[in-house]
């Protein structure tokens, strides 16, 4: 069934409470739903082209030196969306920094095209590439949210005001770098705990 | 002239590459359940960003400039790590065995490190020189092994402490790294 591909991505398999793939960008641009959703573009971009390219090269590719050509594949397009972030988006540019071209050490990408990408059919490796990278999506953008709303008190997507100001006295930790490591333990200590409640009913 | 104290100090404690950066996590929770695998991975992560510090900071300064292809920095920087990393393993496999057994292991995980790819990405943006460049890279690890030294210890002791079962494991270590990362806030603002 090939909508499976597309749709374990984004809960069974989630590449980043399940699968713990991907955490440097996570942490670090999660201060703001903004940039999780620039950042979560970029990966979902980087993730498709690298998945097709690498499974249409799949039967030309040693296997001795296939590490290496994936880098070369997901670096090139890492700096696609590079270059074209900084020609539209300076602003989200200048805001995710080094983080856009380290996402070509993103454990994700290199992941997929290593356990999916490299063995599975050119339609089967796009739907895992649209779905890891929307599990990614949802996954940085719900850390996001919670430490934009916690640390400002309000959330602003793109300038429209989402959520009005909530409190003068916000939690500033929230923003900075222990609020990330406090959030992430939070959200799953609850996927813990809806699994063992659902287990133990069973 | 760079200040070198202050780049060595930034990197070690005040920017921090796990705690403030989150460069490097994946080994951070993966290899640091025991104290004498943290320091082996530390060890090799303080070489190999020292060496990568130093070699990338020439190929872009005298090769990438004056072609005026510094777009290619990403491509470039990544494949030379990789490349360099590889030559290490074959080296020291052939000459060191004992340091193989020690390091070997961890070799391979380093490619795929995003601190080394960030040390050599963040000497090319703050525009150190080449001194400047390798103590940061040097001091870098350092700062890495530090967190991951800390972070080790406090595991081992987790091991034996009562954690509610929905905390067991990770969610716990992720409460330990805000914690260290909060007491590292106390760096913050140091200047030299």
Same mark, same amino acid.
């Given at each position: ?202 | ?23 490097? *996590? ?72 004992? *340091? ?21 990405? *963040? ?70």
């Amino acid at each position: 069934m090939k909508l499976d591909e597309l749709t374990k991505g984004l809960f069974k398999y989630n590449p980043i409470f399940y699968l713990l793939l991907g955490l440097c960008p996570l942490l670090a641009v999660s201060t703001r739903v903004d940039n999780a959703l620039g950042m979560s573009l970029a990966v979902l971009f980087v993730l498709v082209g690298s998945n097709v390219i690498i499974s249409l090269l799949r039967q030309w590719i040693p296997p001795e030196v296939r590490i290496p050509c994936f880098i070369v594949v997901i670096a090139s397009f890492v700096t696609i969306v590079d270059l074209f972030m900084y020609g539209y988006a300076p602003d989200l540019h200048e805001r995710l920094g080094i983080y856009v071209p380290l996402i070509v050490v993103n454990c994700i990408i290199l992941g997929r095209a290593e356990a999916f990408a490299s063995k599975k059919s050119v339609s089967h490796s796009l739907l895992d590439g649209i779905g890891m990278g929307i599990g990614f999506m949802l996954g940085i953008v719900a850390i996001a949210s919670v430490r934009e709303v916690l640390s400002t008190g309000a959330m602003t997507i793109f300038g429209y005001t989402v959520i009005p100001g909530l409190t003068q006295t916000p939690a500033m930790v929230m923003l900075l770098p222990p609020g990330a490591f406090f959030t992430i333990a939070i959200i799953m200590a609850l996927i813990n705990y809806t699994t063992i409640r659902r287990a133990r009913r069973r | 002239m760079d200040n070198l104290l202050a780049i060595a100090v930034g990197a070690i404690f005040v920017n921090n590459f796990v705690l403030f950066r989150f460069l490097g *996590l994946c080994p951070f929770f993966g290899v640091s359940k025991k104290t004498s695998s943290a320091l082996g991975m530390g060890f090799a992560v303080i070489f190999v960003m020292t060496c990568a510090s130093a070699i990338t900071w020439p190929i872009y300064t005298y090769l990438l400039i004056p072609f005026e292809i510094e777009f290619m920095r990403t491509v470039t920087f990544i494949l030379v790590i990789a490349t360099f990393v590889q030559l290490i393993e074959m080296v020291i496999r052939k000459y060191r065995s004992s *340091l193989y057994k020690a390091l070997g292991i961890y070799l391979p995980l380093i490619t795929t490190n995003c601190a080394v790819m960030g040390v050599a990405l *963040l000497n090319v943006e703050e525009g150190y020189s080449l001194i400047g460049s390798v103590v940061d890279g040097f001091s870098a690890g350092i700062g890495f092994t530090l967190a991951l030294l800390l972070m080790s210890g406090i595991r081992e002791r987790l091991e034996l402490a009562d954690v509610p079962k929905s905390f067991e494991n990770l969610p716990i270590a992720f409460i330990s790294a805000a914690l260290l990362a909060l007491a590292f806030m106390a760096f913050s603002g140091m200047r030299l």
